[in-house]
């Protein structure tokens, strides 16, 4: 079965502080990869998806993620974060076909500080 | 585009009661998603539909948990009789249509069970 590994469990940082958020993969074979972000009170969101194509995949809110194949990574990145980022982000992985169900990491509670 | 809705909102009920979730998806989209997300964890597919077909229910604990996608439209969620470890947040995503395999999810129920 494929599993989602995120390594931070909890990030604080300052404004305008660079971001990165760790997501490895188990499965060997085709994947999608997703990062979601569930800011306070609302629902969950998608940030950004990589199906196939630049393994350099940009999304909302000037976050972007990297899919390295050979270290199945799929890290998120932010040059400058706002307080406004602060939330709760989830890596996923679907395998196989892309209307399957989301495998999900734990999660990230990022926390921005002003 | 109205989204994905669900209610309740909260429920809490006490150990070995029924409850059941409503879920009405977002117009259009064919397959439909049950989510499991216990605190401090990431969302777990229980259950998934498309039209009102089951494609995977393999993560459903079958003994105490049933869904139902009536004219693949809304959908139930129900659990009977609920134990103390399923207290957590159950949403409700929808995809297809336009928005193909991105996964648009709902607000979610809070149960809370004691």
């Known amino acids: 079965a494929q599993s989602v590994s995120q390594h931070n469990h909890h990030v604080i940082l300052s404004e305008a502080a660079s971001l990165e958020l760790g997501c490895n993969y188990s499965y060997g074979g085709t994947v999608n990869l997703f990062w979601y972000v569930q800011y306070p009170g609302q629902h969950l969101q998608l940030l950004l998806k990589y199906f196939s194509g630049d393994p350099l995949v940009k999304g909302i809110k000037g976050f972007e993620a990297e899919f390295i194949k050979s270290k199945f990574s799929f890290n998120l990145r932010k040059p400058s974060v706002q307080w406004s980022d602060t939330a709760e982000y989830f890596c996923?992985?679907?395998?196989?076909?892309?209307?399957?169900?989301?495998?999900f990491g734990k999660g990230t509670h990022l926390i921005i500080q002003p | 585009e109205a989204g994905v809705a669900q209610s309740p909102r909260y429920k809490i009920i006490e150990k070995r009661q029924s409850v059941a979730f409503w879920c009405n998806p977002i117009?259009?989209?064919?397959?439909l998603y049950w989510y499991q997300q216990i605190l401090g964890q990431g969302p777990k597919l229980l259950i998934q539909?498309?039209?009102?077909?089951?494609?995977?229910d393999s993560q459903l604990p079958k003994d105490r948990f049933s869904a139902e996608r009536l004219k693949g439209v809304d959908s139930t969620l129900k659990i009977q009789p609920a134990k103390l470890e399923d207290s957590a947040v159950y949403l409700c995503?929808?995809?297809?249509?336009?928005?193909?395999?991105?996964?648009?999810f709902g607000p979610g129920t809070r149960l809370t069970v004691t």
């Open positions: 995503a929808s995809s297809g249509g336009a928005g193909g395999y991105e996964q648009y």
């Open positions: 996923a992985v679907i395998s196989g076909g892309g209307a399957d169900g989301l495998t």
């Open positions: 539909f498309q039209n009102n077909g089951v494609v995977d």
């Open positions: 117009s259009g989209h064919a397959t």
